[in-house]
Nanobody, 120 residues
Framework: VQLQASGGGLVRPGESLRLSCVAS????????MGWYRQAPGKQRELVAV???????TYADSVKGRFTISRDNAKNTVYLQMNSLKPEDTAVYYC???????????????WGQGTLVTVSS
């Protein structure tokens, strides 16, 4: 099982980006999915999470600007980021709790990270 994130890049303040993360491999069930970020010199922090039923939680710093969503048929989670600010600059990591189809064990997986840079 692996998570593959994409969609990062360099944008100007006020612009938008959409991140995607696909889970693949021997999957029985994809449970909660989420996005975290780590800025230079800082600890990794939660950005947004979404449950298998669609319930969402956001960090206060992104409420009203970011939207997390998922496509269960595609095992994919998205993060739509609008009104980006320089302080949103970070490596963004996707995360998911996945039950594999080998022996139905639950594991926590991380994607490789995608860099978002917001700068004028």
């Amino acid at each position: 099982v692996q998570l593959q994130a994409s969609g990062g890049g360099l944008v100007r303040p006020g612009e938008s980006l959409r991140l995607s993360c696909v889970a693949s491999g021997s999957i029985f069930r994809v449970n909660g999915m989420g996005w975290y970020r780590q800025a230079p010199g800082k600890q990794r922090e939660l950005v947004a999470v979404i449950t298998s039923g669609g319930g969402t939680t956001y960090a206060d710093s992104v409420k009203g600007r970011f939207t997390i969503s998922r496509d269960n048929a595609k095992n994919t989670v998205y993060l739509q980021m609008n009104s980006l600010k320089p302080e949103d600059t970070a490596v963004y990591y996707c995360n998911s709790g996945i039950t594999d189809s080998y022996n139905y064990n639950y594991h926590d997986y991380w994607g490789q990270g995608t860099l978002v840079t917001v700068s004028s």
